[in-house]
């Protein structure tokens, strides 16, 4: 049996790169997903449309997607889109927080109104949903699932994107303390650490062969990844299979966590 099967799935920013991947990847495992946007209508139901299809085999005519449009880093939109899915599905099993926007700026030239919008999508926004879904599993006494999207700059510093990094180190937090804070009411809070993954937010150096072949250069498997092998992380984070699994990051990065330039063991003299 499909190890979703059944479950209902609300995804923030679901209409690309790995929201998309994730929104096609629990439908095939038999879960209903609501697609959340923002903006590019079009786009969201395209992949509304791949989701469908996706699940087609393994939910047959009793599968359910949803469009639902929110900015997450609203309160008021936030409890509305939950409404909305809470009317559509019942109940809701698994959340997962994947909007993220970044901005590029050195720190001293930083515009504080695009400090605040990346903090209020990436961070806010993330509270904002988590709370409203552990809202409704206390109410129903049942169990729950938080997946995060967060990146290897939990950890790694990124010079010129520092409210991404903040984001995403405050983010890691956040996991660890809400998965603390519920763990004895069966609700399970994690996150996955991407790399350098194709998807259009990485656009920039994916399509220029010099900036590829850089990027690729600090990476121990020597490639970026894909957006489907990271939709498979998220599945099976929010599924039984890692029931006994909580508060953890799970990068998956290709080895960029592991100080790949120590490949060469430089500081040893040996």
Not at 37 to 45: I, K, L, P, Q, V
Not at 102 to 115: C, G, H, I, V
Not at 215 to 242: K, N, Q, T, W, Y
């Amino acid at each position: 049996m499909p190890r979703l099967s059944g479950k209902n799935v609300l995804i923030t920013g679901a209409s690309s790169g790995i929201g998309e991947a994730i929104a096609i990847r629990f439908a095939a495992e038999g879960a209903n997903v609501a697609i959340n946007y923002n903006s590019g209508a079009d786009r969201a139901e395209a992949v509304k449309k791949k989701a469908a299809e996706a699940g087609a085999i393994v939910r047959g005519s009793g599968g359910k997607d949803l469009l639902v449009k929110a900015n997450v880093a609203d309160e008021s939109e936030v409890k509305a889109m939950f409404k909305e899915v809470l009317e559509a599905f019942g109940t809701l099993d698994i959340l997962i927080n994947n909007s993220g926007i970044q901005k590029p700026a050195a720190s001293d030239e930083l515009e504080m109104a695009d400090f605040d919008r990346v903090i209020g999508v990436n961070l806010r926004g993330s509270f904002l949903c988590s709370r409203e879904a552990i809202k409704h599993w206390l109410s129903r006494k049942a169990k729950g699932s938080i997946v995060n999207n967060s990146s290897v700059h939990e950890i790694i510093p990124k010079p010129k994107y520092v409210p991404y990094s903040i984001s995403k180190g405050g983010m890691e937090n956040m996991t660890k303390t809400l998965a603390l804070e519920y763990a004895d009411r069966n609700i399970r809070v994690n996150a996955v650490g991407p790399g350098a993954i194709v998807t259009p937010i990485n656009n920039a150096w994916i399509n220029d062969e010099k900036a590829r072949a850089e990027v690729c250069s600090h990476i121990p498997m020597g490639r970026p990844g894909e957006a489907d092998e990271i939709a498979g992380v998220f599945a099976f984070l929010a599924s039984d299979e890692a029931s006994y699994i909580t508060g953890q990051t799970l990068f998956a990065c290709g080895g960029l966590t592991l100080y790949p330039e120590f490949r060469v063991a430089w500081s040893s003299g040996e």
